[in-house]
C-alpha cells in the first residue's frame, strides 16, 4: 500500500507567476485536501476535492484552485504568486464510504519560495 | 468558527521526564480529534486519533486524553527521549460533509535534552 506522494518536494518562483504542485492519493483512497502552512504556524486548510468536485474551502482567494482527476489524484495551483504564499503545501488523502472514521493520511509537502 | 490553541508554544525538558502537551478548542461539535508529530520540514505523522465518543487513547509512551465538553484534550508522553523532539501539533475535525477538513493548533515544539 502506498501513502500520499507530493512533487515537486521544493520549488522557488518569483512574484506573478504561477505553479502547480502535484499530489498522488493514497491507494483506495477517494478524497483530497490541501494545506498551507506557513513557517511557525499550523495548517492552514486550502480546499477538499471528492468525485472531482470542489467540496469545501477554506479563507483562501480563487487564485487557488485545484483539480482532482479520476484516479484520484490532484493538482493545486496558485496564479499570480505573492510573497506571504510561500509556505509548505500539504496534500491528504482519506476515504470517505462506509464507517470508517475517515482519518487523513499526509504527504510530505511541497516547499514553495516566492523571491 | 473553531478555533484551536496549544500551550506551551515550546518546551525543554531533560530526557526522561514525563511530560504533557495542552490544545483546547472553541466549538465542541467535533468529529475526533487528532494528535500528529512533525519534525522540522517534514509532513505530518499521525501519533493518536480519539472519535468524539471516546475519553482517550493509547499508543507505546503516549496517551491523548479527550474532554469534548469543556474543549480539552491532552498529550501525555512519558518517559520522553532525545528521538521525542519534533512540533507536535493538534487538529479537530467537525461534522459535515467537509471531509478533509481539520482545524489545526499552532503546535508545541518539544525539545528533549541528553
Known amino acids: 500500500e502506498t501513502g500520499v506522494t507530493q512533487s515537486p518536494t521544493h520549488l522557488i518562483k518569483t512574484r506573478g507567476q504561477q505553479v502547480t504542485l502535484r499530489c498522488s492519493s493514497q491507494s483506495g483512497h477517494n478524497t483530497v485536501s490541501w494545506y498551507q502552512q506557513a513557517l511557525g504556524q499550523g495548517p492552514q486548510f486550502i480546499f477538499q476535492y471528492y468525485r472531482e468536485e470542489e467540496n469545501g474551502r477554506g479563507n483562501f482567494p480563487p487564485r487557488f484552485s485545484g483539480l482532482q482527476f479520476p484516479n484520484y489524484s490532484s493538482e493545486l495551483n496558485v496564479n499570480a504568486l505573492e510573497l506571504d504564499d510561500s509556505a509548505l503545501y500539504l496534500c491528504?488523502?482519506?476515504?470517505?464510504?462506509?464507517?470508517?472514521?475517515?482519518?487523513?493520511?499526509f504527504g510530505a509537502g511541497s516547499r514553495l519560495t516566492v523571491l | 468558527k473553531q478555533e484551536v490553541t496549544q500551550i506551551p508554544a515550546a518546551l525543554s525538558v531533560p530526557e526522561g521526564e514525563n511530560l504533557v502537551l495542552n490544545c483546547s478548542f472553541t466549538d465542541s461539535a467535533i468529529y475526533n480529534l487528532q494528535w500528529f508529530r512533525q519534525d522540522p520540514g517534514k509532513g505530518l505523522t499521525s501519533l493518536l486519533l480519539?472519535?468524539?465518543?471516546?475519553r482517550e487513547q493509547t499508543s507505546g509512551r503516549l496517551n491523548a486524553s479527550l474532554d469534548k465538553s469543556s474543549g480539552r484534550s491532552t498529550l501525555y508522553i512519558a518517559a520522553s527521549q532525545p528521538g521525542d523532539s519534533a512540533t507536535y501539533l493538534c487538529?479537530?475535525?467537525?461534522?459535515?460533509?467537509?471531509?478533509?477538513?481539520?482545524?489545526f493548533g499552532q503546535g508545541t515544539i518539544l525539545t528533549v535534552h541528553p
Open positions: 491528504a488523502s482519506s476515504f470517505v464510504g462506509g464507517s470508517g472514521a475517515n482519518v487523513l493520511t
Open positions: 487538529a479537530v475535525k467537525g461534522g459535515g460533509t467537509s471531509y478533509g477538513k481539520l482545524t
Open positions: 480519539i472519535q468524539s465518543s471516546q
